[in-house]
């Protein structure tokens, strides 16, 4: 934890002296400037320390957004959006993602209340939170010409100050992302996880992958934040990468990897990565079948796969779906995991039924061999919910009256089944 650093006391000595100098309101100038690397100390020690520090920085984040929704050089500026902004900032979401809490007249420390895991997992979707709220308001701050009637001279010359100031916040994130320094490293990957979310080039990619090799192996199961913020940031990651990227098929075999170590702090995140990686694959024009792919993919990695499949207990040498639902069916017994499991679960389902060429017509209206595990598997999982049985029977591909759904035992399961 950053609060337990050498640097801790002059950190906390900086934060009070910007607090002091952050208030502007005549002159912005210094808040315009700074902007993103306000925002990079803002978003790297939001929530952490003792309540003065916390207090610090709420205020430093206040002081900033009075300054430029207050400024005469809001015609320039989305003065309505930054003037919400403030409003917003005060409201107990926006306090809780700095740790705080309004108790009377003053802003106490947020107790979290939970084992160290939820509380560190809660910790980064504050950040990303907050992260995505900086992102408004950046946007929102950037003088344009498109807000301004006069067309001023300073407004044309800072028509992109807004990209200008992304990319230097994002500069600063990959920066700290890339220096060995956990305290700050979870903070940095999950705004990166933000930032990144849209023509992601394939080193950025690399270097995450190089960072997380690093990690692995030096991995405690009492410290597992850095690794989760780097597989939520490989998340948020895939949906923007570039159409011939190569990486989302070896990412979901990375996920799924995670998962086969069983370790439920990682689990949840695990599965996350599994899914948004499926959607892509999905969405690929290149890839004709899905689970194909991926299945050709896991052969040529070899050596390393059978090694961790005989520690997990699986095999996917006969029928890879029992391989992988083994896996997966870890995740519907734990209350934290059970609906990303069963999430991925119904697209790996759904993409083996649609998604499995030519069907032979006695077999025209069976779920295929390939989706009989994943089936099999949700049944009894979804069975005392009918909205729930209802999707699955959709993924399945297959149409069931709904008082069939009401009364399961009406339902002759093996009939639909194409067992060989």
Known sequence: MLDQNPAWNEICVLARINLMLSFTPANPLGAQLFLPELIHIITLLVGIGPTLVRQTIYGL???????????????????????????????????????????????????????????????????????KFMGEILVAAAPSPGKSSSMSRVAVLMSDCA????????????????????????????????????????????????????????????????????????????????????YA??????????????????FGTALELMHTALKALDGDERVDRVMDHLLEFRHSMGEPARK????????????????????????????????????????????????????PEDEAALIPKSSVAYFVALLPVLAGDVDELKNLFIAAGLEVKDESLMDLGTLSVLSVLSIP
């Open 249 to 266: 098929t070896s990412l979901f075999w990375l996920a799924f990897a995670v998962a086969e170590m069983g370790y439920i702090p990682l």
């Open 61 to 131: 984040f206040i002081n900033l957004l009075q300054s430029m929704a207050s400024s005469k050089a809001t015609d320039e500026m989305n003065a309505t959006t930054l003037q919400q902004a403030l409003d917003k900032a005060q409201l107990p979401v926006i306090m809780r993602c700095f740790g705080l809490v309004q108790l009377g007249s003053g802003l106490e420390s947020l107790d979290e209340g939970t084992s160290k895991e939820e509380s560190e997992n809660s910790r980064l979707d504050r950040v990303e939170t907050l992260a």
């Open 308 to 359: 961790i499949d005989q520690i997990a207990g699986i095999s996917f040498e006969q029928e890879p779906s029992f391989g992988i639902i083994g896996i997966l069916f870890k995740g519907f017994r734990h209350p934290s995991t059970r609906k990303a499991a069963i999430d991925v679960a119904l697209e790996l389902l759904r993409l083996t039924t649609h998604n499995t060429g030519p069907v």
């Open 163 to 246: 990209n200008a100031w992304r990319a230097r916040w994002m500069g600063l994130v990959v920066g700290t992302c890339f220096q060995h320094n956990p305290a700050t490293q979870p903070q940095a990957f999950t705004i990166l996880g933000y930032l990144a979310s849209d023509e992601v080039d394939d080193d950025l990619v690399y270097q995450v992958l190089v960072a997380m090799s690093t990690t692995l192996s030096h991995l405690s199961d009492t410290d597992t934040v850095l690794l989760t913020s780097m597989l939520r940031c490989l998340s948020r990651i895939i949906p923007g990468l570039l159409p011939d990227s190569r």
